[in-house]
């Protein structure tokens, strides 16, 4: 079903950008989309497919709340705002709000911390820059202590990795 929609809807391979959570989501990613890829005629298209977790995870260790809104909204070069850049006509930006943070790995690295940095970001991603919302907090707390990696509480891997795969396509091809 997700190589048929995204034969249908011309989607390129998808990106996963950000930080370290993100590293182990584009392996993932790619591990998916290289076997559809192998399919026997399927070709990928050429509307972009972005995901990206807006680095927040290793943000809430340094960056002030007010910070983190400035970083969102900063030009990254003349004229330009990273996270709110016009997009090519037709992709999909999504952003992969989460996974729920297990324990306190570093000062400050919380996950009520985290879902105000979420909130911020929240009207200026959605509602102003049209990305697409991907929240995983829920499904990562319940595999967050059974994961591998996730000894620090925060690169919560493995099965709920699968799950953002899944709310994402179905978010994007309405499948599962």
Not at 66 to 85: C, K, N, Q, V
């Amino acid at each position: 079903m997700i190589a048929s929609c995204w034969t249908a809807g011309n989607y390129a391979k998808p990106l996963a950008r950000g930080d370290s959570v993100m590293e182990f989501f584009r392996e993932y990613l790619n591990l998916r989309f290289d076997a559809i890829e192998a399919r026997p005629g399927f070709q990928f298209g050429s509307r972009s497919v972005h995901v990206h977790n807006l680095r927040l995870t290793h943000r809430i260790w340094h960056d002030s709340e007010a910070d983190w809104f400035a970083e969102l909204l900063r030009p990254t070069l003349p004229g330009s705002r990273e996270f709110l850049d016009p997009f090519p006509e037709g992709g999909v930006r999504v952003w992969a709000l989460g996974p729920f943070f297990s324990s306190e790995r570093e000062t400050k690295c919380t996950q009520g911390r985290a879902e105000r940095f979420g909130n911020l970001a929240r009207p200026v991603l959605v509602e102003e820059g049209g990305w697409r919302e991907a929240d995983w907090r829920n499904v990562s707390m319940g595999l967050s202590l059974e994961t591998a990696t996730a000894l620090d509480g925060m690169h919560v891997i493995g099965p709920s990795m699968k799950v953002l795969f899944h709310v994402i396509m179905n978010d994007i091809c309405g499948v599962s």
